[in-house]
């Protein structure tokens, strides 16, 4: 069995999620190949991909088509190279979420998607009913094509040997869609999807001023990234990449602050596999208390900045 893992970079580096997704890759058995696709300068991400563990070869496909993560080309490269693979692996990201299910139905066979776990090749646990389920499903298709809910797999390291690198013969661009701009948020805090520490808020915070007054000073004294709920994120208070949940990001912390998050069950389905959960609520019964580690029934508006100020004092 051979595997294409596709990876996921900013054309320059590898994200972690890509190494997490590589341990399920392995898990199939067989080869696993990884495709680097992009413009051009993914050298350093092609060489980073060649060094992990278990690599077998990495395919680089340079191009303009590929610059800007537009779904409609990547895919048909996928596709492109099929005949010589398996199973395709990809993590669960915004961007794949986007490019595999077109794949599927290219190749005309189903999707097995946030897979939690591979129990066999062709068998595999993923969640379901915002995570209060585990569904174990067989895949009978020929080639099977994978995202990873990356959050439960460990990330795959480094090796001693570098893997054979090779030039992907690019597909032709389908023409189905074209770059017109885009406007980047850029931040110096770490990526939700990467953080080891996470600082989120709720519909609690009643603005974003707020956000910016309570929750981003605590985040920035953690080291942490700053994520909301849905409703925060709704609501304006943040924007909608720190949304976490159901909707928005799987993420899985070593630690995760939820602040005026009542805890509904499609924010829990973004957070609860964070090894510690602090919780700070005013109302006792919120449910984001029944899986937080340590809880605070407090005002967040008195508890918060006691807590930034308390953490200042340690950090001089």
Do not use: C
Not at 144 to 162: C, E, H, L, M
């Amino acid at each position: 069995m051979t595997t294409l893992l596709i990876a996921e970079h900013d054309h320059q580096n590898l994200k972690e999620v890509t190494n997490k997704a590589l341990t399920a890759a392995k898990e199939l058995g067989g080869d696993v190949h990884v495709l680097i696709a992009g413009g051009e300068g993914t050298k350093q991400a092609a060489d980073a991909a060649a060094k992990l563990q278990g690599v077998n070869k990495v395919l680089v496909a340079e191009g303009a088509a590929y610059e800007h993560d537009l779904a409609e080309p990547l895919a048909a490269l996928i596709v492109a190279l099929a005949p010589s693979y398996d199973a395709f692996v990809a993590p669960a990201t915004s961007r794949f979420k986007n490019v595999m299910p077109r794949v599927a139905a290219l190749l005309d066979v189903m999707q097995v998607s946030e897979i939690i776990k591979v129990v066999s090749p062709d068998t595999f646990e993923r969640p379901i009913y915002a995570g209060n389920a585990i569904q174990t499903v067989k895949s009978k298709d020929a080639k099977k094509v994978i995202t990873v809910r990356t959050s439960t797999f460990a990330a795959t390291p480094a090796g001693d040997a570098a893997a054979a690198i090779e030039e992907a013969t690019a597909a032709a661009d389908p023409g189905l869609s074209s770059f017109v701009g885009e406007e980047v948020a850029k931040s110096d805090r770490p990526e939700l999807t990467s953080a080891k520490i996470i600082v989120s808020g709720g519909r609690a915070m009643q603005s974003r001023e707020n956000f910016a007054k309570y929750i981003e000073p605590l985040a920035d004294k953690l080291g942490a990234g700053v994520g909301a709920s849905r409703a925060a994120v709704d609501a304006g208070y943040a924007p909608n990449d720190w949304q976490v949940g159901q909707t928005g990001k799987v993420v899985a912390p070593e630690l995760y602050v939820a602040i005026g998050i009542s805890g509904a069950i499609q924010h829990l389905a973004g957070m609860k596999d964070s090894k510690v959960i602090v919780a700070i609520n005013k109302d006792e019964d919120a449910p984001i208390f029944q899986v937080a580690d340590y809880g605070l029934v407090a005002d967040l508006y008195q508890a918060v900045p006691e807590l930034t100020e308390a953490l200042g004092k340690l950090g001089k």
